[in-house]
C-alpha cells in the first residue's frame, strides 16, 4: 500500500504540546508522510495562564513555500487544516487546496475559530464567512460545538446539549455530498465526554464516548483531530477513527493527571502512541 503523503497546516506552539507539535509525530506514528506548512510561529499558545506570549504570523513565508512547490510539482494525498489566523491565509489555503492535492485526496478541516461559545481573540465575522467558504473544500469537518453554532449561525447552547439541538447542528453544516461531520465535545451525562459523527450517507449519529475527567486540558481538539485524520489517511471508517480518537484522549489526560503534569503546556500524549499504532493494525480498514 502506498504511503499518502499530506500536508499539515497550522501554528507552531514551541513551549507547548499542542498544534504542530502534537499533529506531526502522531500522524508520523499512524504511518503518514508527514509535510508542514506553518501558519505561525508562537512562544506559547495563546489561552489563560500565558501572557505576553510572542506570535509570529507566517503569511510571507507561506507564499513562498508555495511559490517553491509549484516549482517542484508537489501534490498532497491527504491535508489537515488547523489555526488560520488570517483572512490572507484563508485565501492562501484555498489557493492550496486547488493546486496542490491529488485527485482524490483528503481534506480534514478542523475550524479553528472559538470555544465556550466566544470566539478567539481577533476572529470576526469576515473570519466566519470565509470558513464557511473553506468548509465547502472538506471531506471531513471536526468544528467543537462553538465553532458548529458560529459556521450555522444557531444560538450556542449555554444549557446541556440535547440530541435534538445536535442533529439540527450537525445536519446545518453539511454543505457537499458525501461529507462527514465529527462534532466534539459532547456529553449528555457528566463523567462521559466524546463527539457526533454523521454524514447525509447514513442517517443514523453515532455517539462514541469515554471517560471525562475535570479540569482544562490544552491540546487535546489538537490531539483529537491529529488521531482521526491518521486513521482516515490509513482508510480506517470515519466512525473507527473518532471512537479511536476519542478513547486516546481520554487516556492521555488520564495520565497527564497521574503523573501531576501542568496541563497548560500540553498533555502527555507520547507514551500512548504504541496503543494507538496497535489499534491502527489491527483495525479494519475500508
Same mark, same amino acid.
Given at each position: 500500500?502506498?504511503?499518502?503523503?499530506?500536508?499539515?497546516?497550522?501554528?507552531?506552539?514551541?513551549?507547548?504540546?499542542?498544534?504542530?507539535?502534537?499533529?506531526?509525530?502522531?500522524?508520523?506514528?499512524?504511518?503518514?508522510?508527514?509535510?508542514?506548512?506553518?501558519?505561525?510561529?508562537?512562544?506559547?499558545?495563546?489561552?489563560?495562564?500565558?501572557?505576553?506570549?510572542?506570535?509570529?504570523?507566517?503569511?510571507?513565508?507561506?507564499?513562498?513555500?508555495?511559490?517553491?512547490?509549484?516549482?517542484?510539482?508537489?501534490?498532497?494525498?491527504?491535508?489537515?487544516?488547523?489555526?488560520?489566523?488570517?483572512?490572507?491565509?484563508?485565501?492562501?489555503?484555498?489557493?492550496?487546496?486547488?493546486?496542490?492535492?491529488?485527485?482524490?485526496?483528503?481534506?480534514?478541516?478542523?475550524?479553528?475559530?472559538?470555544?465556550?461559545?466566544?470566539?478567539?481573540?481577533?476572529?470576526?465575522?469576515?473570519?466566519?464567512?470565509?470558513?464557511?467558504?473553506?468548509?465547502?473544500?472538506?471531506?471531513?469537518?471536526?468544528?467543537?460545538?462553538?465553532?458548529?453554532?458560529?459556521?450555522?449561525?444557531?444560538?450556542?447552547?449555554?444549557?446541556?446539549?440535547?440530541?435534538?439541538?445536535?442533529?439540527?447542528?450537525?445536519?446545518?453544516?453539511?454543505?457537499?455530498?458525501?461529507? #462527514?461531520?465529527?462534532?466534539?465535545? =459532547?456529553?449528555? +451525562?457528566?463523567?462521559?465526554?466524546?463527539?457526533? /459523527?454523521?454524514? &447525509?450517507?447514513? *442517517?443514523?449519529?453515532?455517539?462514541?464516548?469515554?471517560?471525562?475527567?475535570?479540569?482544562?486540558?490544552?491540546?487535546?481538539?489538537?490531539?483529537?483531530?491529529?488521531?482521526?485524520?491518521?486513521?482516515?489517511?490509513?482508510?480506517?471508517?470515519?466512525?473507527?477513527?473518532?471512537?479511536?480518537?476519542?478513547?486516546?484522549?481520554? #487516556?492521555?489526560?488520564?495520565?497527564? =493527571?497521574?503523573? +501531576?503534569?501542568?496541563?497548560?503546556?500540553?498533555? /502527555?500524549?507520547? &507514551?500512548?502512541? *504504541?496503543?494507538?499504532?496497535?489499534?491502527?493494525?489491527?483495525?479494519?480498514?475500508?
Amino acid at each position: 500500500m502506498k504511503q499518502p503523503r499530506i500536508l499539515v497546516v497550522q501554528d507552531i506552539s514551541l513551549s507547548c504540546r499542542i498544534s504542530m507539535n502534537v499533529a506531526v509525530p502522531i500522524l508520523s506514528c499512524l504511518g503518514n508522510w508527514v509535510n508542514v506548512l506553518p501558519t505561525a510561529l508562537l512562544s506559547t499558545h495563546t489561552g489563560p495562564g500565558f501572557e505576553q506570549y510572542t506570535f509570529l504570523d507566517l503569511s510571507e513565508e507561506m507564499e513562498k513555500v508555495l511559490e517553491h512547490w509549484r516549482t517542484l510539482d508537489i501534490r498532497f494525498d491527504g491535508i489537515v487544516i488547523g489555526y488560520l489566523g488570517s483572512l490572507g491565509q484563508m485565501h492562501l489555503v484555498e489557493e492550496l487546496l486547488g493546486e496542490f492535492m491529488t485527485e482524490d485526496a483528503l481534506v480534514v478541516l478542523d475550524p479553528v475559530m472559538g470555544d465556550n461559545g466566544q470566539l478567539y481573540d481577533g476572529f470576526t465575522q469576515e473570519h466566519i464567512a470565509k470558513m464557511k467558504e473553506l468548509c465547502q473544500y472538506a471531506d471531513v469537518l471536526i468544528p467543537n460545538v462553538t465553532e458548529a453554532s458560529y459556521l450555522t449561525g444557531k444560538r450556542y447552547p449555554h444549557a446541556s446539549l440535547s440530541h435534538r439541538k445536535i442533529e439540527e447542528l450537525l445536519k446545518a453544516l453539511v454543505v457537499k455530498e458525501n461529507q #462527514k461531520i465529527i462534532l466534539s465535545g =459532547i456529553s449528555f +451525562e457528566e463523567g462521559k465526554i466524546g463527539a457526533a /459523527v454523521w454524514s &447525509k450517507a447514513d *442517517p443514523a449519529i453515532d455517539y462514541p464516548t469515554a471517560k471525562a475527567f475535570p479540569g482544562h486540558f490544552d491540546g487535546t481538539g489538537d490531539l483529537f483531530t491529529s488521531v482521526i485524520a491518521g486513521f482516515l489517511f490509513q482508510c480506517h471508517s470515519v466512525s473507527e477513527s473518532t471512537e479511536a480518537a476519542v478513547d486516546y484522549v481520554s #487516556k492521555v489526560v488520564k495520565r497527564t =493527571i497521574e503523573e +501531576e503534569v501542568d496541563p497548560l503546556y500540553g498533555v /502527555v500524549f507520547e &507514551k500512548d502512541l *504504541p496503543d494507538l499504532m496497535n489499534r491502527l493494525s489491527t483495525g479494519t480498514r475500508k
